[in-house]
Nanobody
Framework: QVQLAQSGGGLVQAGDSLRLSCAAS????????MGWFRQAPGKEREFVAA????????FHADFVKGRFTISGDSAKNTAYLQMNGLKPEDTAVYYC????????????????WGQGTQVTVSS
């Protein structure tokens, strides 16, 4: 079992920045990738970014490239999502998750999920 504890998020104005954190515990050796997804009201959960647990490879959804950056601290089993230039359309609940598969963007391949954190961007 892997447990994920998320922190960060909140209410900000358009153009502001936020950093989300996701700390993994438990069977962390089983983690290949740590990723971030988001889900806005009435919409499906969508992939945002992911990083290999050892931190050697990261990938982002096209719609966040240049604004969001995922990073990781393998010693702490923690992934971060730095979000800059936030827009109202970034408003969603953000979830971190872990997968045993490399380079996966599909939520169905992620087997452990954090509790979610609300990010609200006002215009």
């Amino acid at each position: 079992q892997v447990q994920l504890a998320q922190s960060g998020g909140g209410l900000v104005q358009a153009g502001d920045s936020l950093r989300l954190s996701c700390a993994a515990s438990g069977r962390t050796s089983s983690i290949n990738v740590m990723g971030w997804f988001r889900q806005a009201p009435g919409k499906e959960r969508e992939f945002v970014a992911a990083i290999r647990r050892i931190g050697d490879f990261a990938f982002h959804a096209d719609f966040v490239k240049g604004r969001f950056t995922i990073s990781g601290d393998s010693a702490k089993n923690t992934a971060y999502l730095q979000m800059n230039g936030l827009k109202p359309e970034d408003t969603a609940v953000y979830y971190c998750a872990t997968s045993t598969q490399a380079t996966s963007r599909s939520a169905s391949t992620y087997n452990y999920w954090g509790q979610g954190t609300q990010v609200t961007v006002s215009s």
